[in-house]
Structures are given as structure tokens and as C-alpha cells.
């Protein structure tokens, strides 16, 4: 019996090592087969930790779509699952779950027989962390200094203790240059100099870092800007982004910043202006396009004109009064009620006329009484007469008073700071007792 055998093909190395790269791209990049690491996640609770709460999140999100959450949203896991998921060494779960713990970002509870963990992960932390207005490095930064505020890290004591490797953090992170030769008591001395030389800016509140700054941030009065030297002046308006030339003098400089001052004040009044003028517009609208809708308004550039002249000449209150007064008379005719509203005249009796225009004054004089007794006692008053900085100065006092005794948090007294431009009376009626003692001490 013959045999032949077949010559063996060949095949180039070349074909095969491609094929290996296909499968290791789909198995590594396919659906369900990597982790999404968030950069604001790891700065504020280092990789590992990271690793482990996003893990947990995919695992709950899957948990959650099965519908196998208990009655509380916890799942199980077990620590071998863990580590065989994020590549953390089993030793590290103890410390890591700690961690996660006191920094809120995970519940944690056993139950059942026998006693087996489950978990769940606050989506509202981890929410509020990966919307903080800091950056990835920023959060980093103050993870490894302990979270610790540049004038608490740049103390005789505290530099003293710090290692040579946080000592050259410390340096890069308060951005002062040092060489690698450079001994501890060298660092040291380097951070103390750099402390010494941004004493002015300290005494107003300025940071050491160089990031940008906002006048709510900054708060100074002439006499105070002409005790700083020169140097600080300029540090200032940088910080500031105010544009200088170095041939400036400090009068000079002291202007320039004075009147950003005075612009940003204007600024703040307009935009509170044009927040009222829009809520205002807004209601007329919704009168118009709801209550009236048998007369078929169109709001449109014309019809806009009309409303602010009208709220301008005779307040919110009274030109909702008078388009009332006219739709009663008028509710199906809309030529001729725009043609009144244009005309400023009303389709009422002469008596009717005669009433409105007597009433108007003591109308607008009551609600301005009511106002006034409703929303300031003597003390606001005092505070409404003082300089628009001076009274930021006073309300950021009361604000760390009121946090102070009410014992809230960073995030609280945000919520609270937001109300100046959303509720302006709510703000003052939280902050007014605490006001009220500033102005009275």
C-alpha cells in the first residue's frame, strides 16, 4: 500500500502573532470586560481604592438590573471575588474597606447564617466627588497631605515630621523649585523662605498656589492694599488677571485693582437685575399665554417691549392688575387689547380710571412699607449703607458662625451660599442673627 504524505504548509509567524493581537484586543475591549476609572475617583481615594468602589459599582448596576438587590439595595460579594475582579492582593481588603467606610463612599453589613458580607455603594458620594470643582491633581494633593490646608502643612512642627519624600510634595505642590541634591533641612528651609515671602498675601486671604481668583474670594479696602509692598500688589492683580506693565507704579497698581473691584460690583448688580427682569417677564408671559388664552397672544419682540415698559412704569403687581382689568373687559378681542396695552389706556369706566391712578401711590408705598418692615430691622439697614466688599467680609464671617454652631459641612454651607443669588431672603433670614452680632460687637 502506498502512502503519501502531504508536505506540511507553512505559515507565517507574521499571520499568526496578528491573530493573537485580534483576540486580545476583543477580549480585553469587548462589553462587560473593563473597568471605567474616573481621574477625580482616584485622586480623592488613591487606585486601589478606585479600582474597588467602581468594581462594586458595575457589580451593584448589575445586581440592580437582575433584580437581586435585598430590600435594603445590598448584594453579595465575597473577598476572593474581589480580589480575582481588580488584582487587589487579598491582605489589602481590611485596610481598604476601612478606608472606604470613613470616607463614606461604601456601606458595608453582615447578616444571614452563616455570616456572610454585603455591600452598597453611596452613589451620592461618589456623585458629589467626581462633581467636585477641583482637579484630578488637586484631590490628589490633598489625599497625600492628609487634607491638610498649605498654612497647616508649612509649620515648624509639621516640616519637622514629614519624611524627604513628602517634603519634596509639599515643595511641588506649593510650586517652589528644588534640585535633587537638595537635603531635608535644605527643603525645609526653602518651604519656610516661600512661607515669609507670601506673609502679605496670607494676611489677605490670598493662597500660596497660583490658582485663579475671584473678587468674593479677595476681600480689601484701599487702606489695606496701600500697607502691601510692591511685590504683592502684583501678585495680586495676577492672580486677579488684571493686566499691568512693569513700568506701573503702586499707586497705579492699587487703581487698577480698585476698579476691578468697582466693575465686578456693577457686574453683580446688573446680572441680580437681569435675574428679577427675567422672573418677572416670565410671569407676564405664563398671564398671557395661560390665563388669557381666548385672546390667542403670540409672545413675541413686541409683545416683550410692551411688558418691560409697562412693569418699569408701573411695577410687577400693577401691570398684572392692569392687563387683568383690560382682559376682563376685552377676553375675546386681541387687536384691541394690544392697542390699549400700547396706548397705556384701560377699557374701564372713567371712575374706575380716576380710583386706579389715586391708589397707585399708596399702593406702591404700602408694599414698599411691607417690604422694608418684612425684610430689614435697623442693624440690615446699617448693613445695606455699607460698601458692597464690606459687606461680603461681614457675611463671610457670619457664614463660618452660622457652620460653626450648626456643625455642617463644606457641602451644606455651599447649598446655603447659593441662595444669596437664588433666594436673596431666605439667605439674609438664615444669616441675619449672625449679622446682626457682627454689626453690634
Not at 444571614?112 to 461618589?126: A, D, Q, R, S
Not at 388669557?292 to 413675541?300: A, G
Amino acid at each position: 500500500m502506498e502512502v503519501r504524505l502531504r508536505k506540511k504548509s507553512f505559515i507565517p509567524s507574521s499571520y499568526s502573532e496578528e491573530n493573537d493581537i485580534e483576540n486580545d484586543i476583543y477580549d480585553t475591549l469587548c462589553q462587560d470586560s473593563f473597568l471605567m476609572l474616573n481621574r477625580k475617583l482616584i485622586g480623592e481615594l488613591g487606585l486601589e481604592l478606585a479600582t474597588l468602589i467602581i468594581y462594586l459599582i458595575d457589580k451593584q448596576k448589575y445586581y440592580r438590573d437582575n433584580l437581586l438587590l435585598d430590600s435594603e439595595g445590598y448584594f453579595y460579594s465575597t473577598d476572593m471575588d474581589l480580589a480575582l475582579n481588580t488584582g487587589i492582593s487579598l491582605n489589602r481588603f481590611g485596610k481598604l474597606k476601612f478606608s472606604a467606610q470613613k470616607r463614606e463612599v461604601l456601606l458595608i453589613k453582615r447578616a444571614g447564617l452563616p455570616l456572610k458580607t454585603y455591600y452598597k455603594i453611596n452613589l451620592h458620594k461618589v456623585k458629589e466627588i467626581m462633581s467636585s470643582t477641583s482637579s484630578a491633581i488637586e484631590l490628589s494633593y490633598k489625599r497625600l497631605l492628609d487634607g491638610k490646608s498649605s498654612e497647616e502643612i508649612i509649620t515648624p512642627e509639621e516640616l519637622s515630621r514629614k519624611s524627604f519624600r513628602d517634603l519634596r510634595l509639599i515643595c511641588k505642590f506649593l510650586k517652589i523649585s528644588y534640585a535633587g541634591t537638595d537635603t531635608k533641612d535644605k527643603l525645609i528651609s526653602k518651604i519656610s523662605t516661600s512661607k515669609n515671602e507670601n506673609k502679605d498675601s496670607n494676611d489677605l486671604n490670598i493662597p500660596i498656589s497660583t490658582k485663579s481668583l475671584s473678587l468674593d474670594e479677595v476681600i480689601y479696602t484701599q487702606q489695606e492694599l496701600e500697607k502691601l509692598t510692591y511685590s504683592s500688589l502684583r501678585l495680586i492683580c495676577k492672580n486677579l488677571k488684571i493686566s499691568y506693565k512693569g513700568s506701573y507704579s503702586k499707586a497705579m497698581l492699587i487703581k487698577n485693582i480698585l476698579s476691578k473691584k468697582d466693575s465686578e460690583k456693577n457686574s453683580i448688580i446688573q446680572e441680580e437685575k437681569k435675574d428679577k427682569e427675567d422672573i418677572e417677564l416670565e410671569q407676564i408671559k405664563k398671564l398671557l399665554l395661560e390665563d388669557f388664552k381666548s385672546l390667542n397672544i403670540t409672545w413675541n419682540n413686541l409683545v416683550e417691549d410692551l411688558s418691560k415698559k409697562t412693569i418699569n412704569k408701573l411695577g410687577l403687581s400693577n401691570t398684572i392688575e392692569y392687563l387683568k382689568s383690560n382682559y376682563k373687559a376685552i377676553p375675546d378681542n386681541a387687536g384691541l387689547f394690544l392697542a390699549l396695552w400700547k396706548k397705556g389706556r384701560r377699557q374701564v369706566n372713567s371712575k374706575d380710571i380716576e380710583n386706579f391712578e389715586n391708589n397707585k401711590k399708596s399702593l406702591k408705598k404700602e408694599e414698599e412699607k411691607d417690604e422694608i418692615s418684612e425684610l430689614f430691622s435697623d442693624t440690615r439697614k446699617k448693613f445695606e449703607n455699607l460698601d458692597i466688599f464690606e459687606q461680603l467680609k461681614i457675611e463671610e464671617k457670619a457664614i463660618k458662625n452660622y457652620q460653626t454652631t450648626n456643625n455642617l459641612n463644606d457641602s451644606q454651607i455651599e447649598n446655603i451660599i447659593k441662595l444669596r443669588y437664588s433666594n436673596p431672603n431666605q439667605y439674609y433670614s438664615i444669616l441675619s442673627k449672625y449679622i446682626d452680632k457682627i454689626l453690634n460687637d
